[in-house]
């Protein structure tokens, strides 16, 4: 068995592995895997359909019977985005220490909390715990949680699963036990083109686009102003938001664009009927489409991620804001992995070190005072669930 590295040696291990979600994740699965298997630890892998990416999921059984999903599992996902932006001080993928944190891309999202949840995992072998302790490591998170949905697809089932997890995103140590969901739609407008000289051969699709766009922005701020009774976990944003993200469409400027395409984004709060809001939408697509002729347009929904809600009571929540000393779990307007474990039955709390205001920037960074933290955390918090 090889020696188990430190937590801050293991961070630096993992931050030297590019593993940007446009490249595969293959190598870093790989280390993980081999190191985790040397200290005993029961490892299985499950890939994507050409084998570019892959999923783990670690286990270290427990002494008790399993049916009753005893147990924690510990999970997080091995992708980052790109460190392409310009002001970064050092190799994103080398970690640099300073006398309060750890400089590097994948820091405080996720690579910190999932270094000491492999550690974790590793040293659990020699505990003898009553229940389970299982490590679920994702592909293409930050794509639209892909690695986690290609997970729920795909999972056999060898072992239920235990109800209770953490997910390990950047909370600043506060207890998490909500968040939106995350929507992404295209709506593509199909006219035809024309040589500009001869506009009347053409139907423009930037045109009747443009009015569409007026009415997602009444329906934004309409949705602005509607109460929704999870809003309260929500104080920065306590309703339903819509982004106009994107717009193409057009060729040359010679030429009557007969093809455009509007992005737009949705973050839908718990127990909101998502398909309710899809009518919504496609009302005021259909007025913005008034004295459209020879105009066709289409709803297409590339990413739809549900809003996550755990009950506060749930064990692991309460758990969780005893070890913190936090008297409510919180809520927060970004998307996790946590959308995806909830459909499989587990209880999943957002809960790490780091800032979310540090992830996906320049110099992102690690406190060590919380990376510290954590790892007392978990160290008590695996004692609680399985004893």
Known sequence: MNAILTDAELLARLVSYDSTSSNSNVPIADFVSQYLEDGGVEVIRNFNADKSKVNLIARVAGRADESNH?????????????????????????????????IGRGTCDMKGFVALAINTVRQAVSQNHQHPLVLILTFDEELGLLGAQHLA??????????????????????????????MYININLTGKSAHSAQPHLGVNAIVPAARIVSELDELRHQWSTQTVDSGALFPDAPFLTLDVAKIDGGSANNIIPGQCR?????????GQDRDALMTEITTAMNRGLDNAPGITCDLEIIANCRPVLVDEDAPICQTMCELMSQKNAEGVSYATDGAILQTMGIDPIIWGPGSIDAAHKPNEFLPKDEFVQAREVLNQLVGRTWH
């Open 262 to 270: 509007i992005t737009i984004g949705l973050r839908p709060l718990p």
């Open 153 to 182: 697809k795909t999972w056999s089932a060898p072992f239920p699963w235990p109800r209770a997890a953490i997910v390990g995103e950047p909370t600043s140590l506060r207890v998490i036990r909500a968040h939106k969901g995350c």
């Open 70 to 102: 005893q147990g924690l599992i510990l999970s997080g996902h091995l992708d980052v985005v790109p460190a392409i932006e310009n002001g970064w001080e050092s190799d994103p993928f080398e970690l640099r220490e300073t006398e309060d944190a750890y």
